[in-house]
């Protein structure tokens, strides 16, 4: 199993989110989380990708508690991209840099420039001012610093809220070329009826309880 997710409980407040949550997946497998606002797929994929602990519960990838990893070792493993990418710095080179810094290696240009042309943006844009992105532009930039080092499992949790229907068809198709490709596992939370057909697993978190299912798209 690539992640397993066991008996997993989160509270706020002594208020059950979620509890007894169980499931996994498998290279390949693309999993989606539906739900109501407020059921808890958000706070679930925060608890995965390490930015949230749990009440009670497991996380293991590939057989190794959660815990057991070296936190930035393991971010390395399960990348969480946002509804709104989080970009730093003063261009575009400082955020497809980071993923290099990270792993104490220099950056290789012509990777980032693949991705770049990979989400139809220009190789000249790479030295753009974040401040003068669009949020489409933002979020092409943020998918593609995560995708930069392909995961073991890739978290997107809604990152296509929002965006035109060009964006939203580069972002994905990229998305599902780059998982053909590597191999890793996704775990997407969407309310998009098109993105849910990546699927081939649904997850429906409600009442505090998950139910999974296998999803023939």
């Known amino acids: 199993m690539q992640l397993q997710v066991d008996d997993l409980g989160v509270s706020y407040d002594n208020v059950s989110v979620f509890d007894h949550v169980n499931f996994s997946v498998q290279d390949d497998d693309w999993l989606t989380i539906t739900g109501e606002s407020g059921s808890g797929k958000s706070t679930l994929l925060r608890v995965i990708a390490g930015l949230l ?70 190789e000249d844009f790479i030295d753009k001012n974040v401040h003068e992105l669009s949020g489409g532009q933002r979020q092409r ?48 939370v969407t309310h998009d009826g098109d993105e849910i057909k990546h699927a081939n697993q649904l997850m429906r978190l409600e009442n505090g309880k998950a139910e999974v299912y296998e999803y023939a798209n």
């Open 53 to 122: 602990d749990a009440d009670r519960g497991i996380v293991k990838l590939e057989g190794k508690p959660q815990w057991d990893y070296d936190i930035s070792e393991y971010r390395q493993e399960v990348s969480y991209a946002v509804q709104s990418a989080q970009l730093f710095g003063q261009t575009v080179r400082d955020n497809l840099n980071l993923p290099f810094d990270v792993r104490n290696q220099k950056p290789d240009e012509q990777r980032q420039l693949t991705l770049l042309r990979a989400m139809e943006l220009p």
């Open 141 to 188: 930039v943020g998918v593609a610093r995560n995708l930069l080092f392909p995961p073991k499992v890739l978290l997107l949790d809604e990152i296509s809220t929002g965006l035109d229907e060009d964006t939203k068809h580069t972002i994905w198709s990229l998305i599902q070329s780059m998982q053909t490709k590597y191999h890793f596992a996704v775990l997407s």
